[in-house]
C-alpha cells in the first residue's frame, strides 16, 4: 500500500519535481515520508515513535529502525 501511495503522490506532484535529483531518488523521498506518517499514525495511540531513516543513493536499499520513545 505504501509504495502505490507513493506512486500516486508522485503522479500528482510531478509538476514540482525539479529534476535536481534523479526520479528514483525523488521517489524514495517520498517514500520515507510516507513510511515515516504511517508509523505515527499506528503508534499514536501507543505512545511516542520516533522513526529514523538512512538512504545511499549508490545503496540499492534503504534502512529504517523504529524506537519507541517513552512519556516524560
Wanted: overall charge neutral.
Amino acid at each position: 500500500d505504501l509504495v502505490q501511495d507513493t506512486f500516486l503522490a508522485g503522479l500528482k506532484s510531478m509538476k514540482n519535481f525539479k529534476g535536481e535529483a534523479s526520479e528514483r531518488t525523488w521517489l524514495i523521498s517520498i517514500l520515507k515520508r510516507k513510511i515515516i506518517d504511517y508509523y505515527r499514525k499506528i503508534n499514536s495511540n501507543k505512545g511516542k515513535a520516533e522513526v529514523r531513516m538512512s538512504y545511499n543513493d549508490a545503496e540499492t536499499e534503504g534502512d529504517w529502525l523504529e524506537e519507541r520513545v517513552a512519556d516524560p
